[in-house]
């Protein structure tokens, strides 16, 4: 099994950015889609965007089209998520996973090798 590590998380100011990664040491890497989503206390865990493996074609969630941009660097093993023009609203612990089973990419029952977290808090 895939082992993934976030980082990148902290406290910012509405309308600041903060940049998430997401790295593993795995060697087949570029053949992982991977996922990024979040989760607040008492709710589900949301869907924010998904990348695959050769790093075309990402998605996202409507509520941060325009805001945030998930890229990766397969040679550093890394999956990025550049946050832009963030809000109070995005205040969450942010994970990341592999897109491991059939089914849809918003679903977190479609992902397996969930990293340990990262909070991200924006102040208002």
């Known amino acids: 099994q895939v082992q993934l590590v976030e980082s990148g998380g902290g406290l910012v100011q509405a309308g600041g950015s903060l940049r998430l990664g997401c790295a593993t040491a795995?060697?087949?890497?570029?053949?992982?889609?991977i996922g990024w989503f979040r989760q607040v206390p008492g709710k589900e865990r949301e869907f924010v965007a998904r990348i695959i493996g050769s790093g075309v074609r990402p998605f996202y969630t409507d509520s941060v089209k325009g805001r945030f941009t998930i890229s990766r660097d397969n040679a550093q093993n890394t999956v990025y998520l550049q946050m832009d023009s963030l809000k109070p609203e995005d205040t969450a612990i942010y994970y990341c996973?592999?897109?491991?089973?059939?089914?849809?990419?918003?679903?977190?029952?479609?992902?397996?090798?969930w990293g340990q977290g990262t909070q991200v808090t924006v102040s208002s």
């Open positions: 996973a592999v897109y491991e089973y059939s089914g849809p990419y918003s679903s977190p029952a479609s992902y397996s090798s």
């Open positions: 795995g060697r087949s890497f570029s053949t992982y889609d």
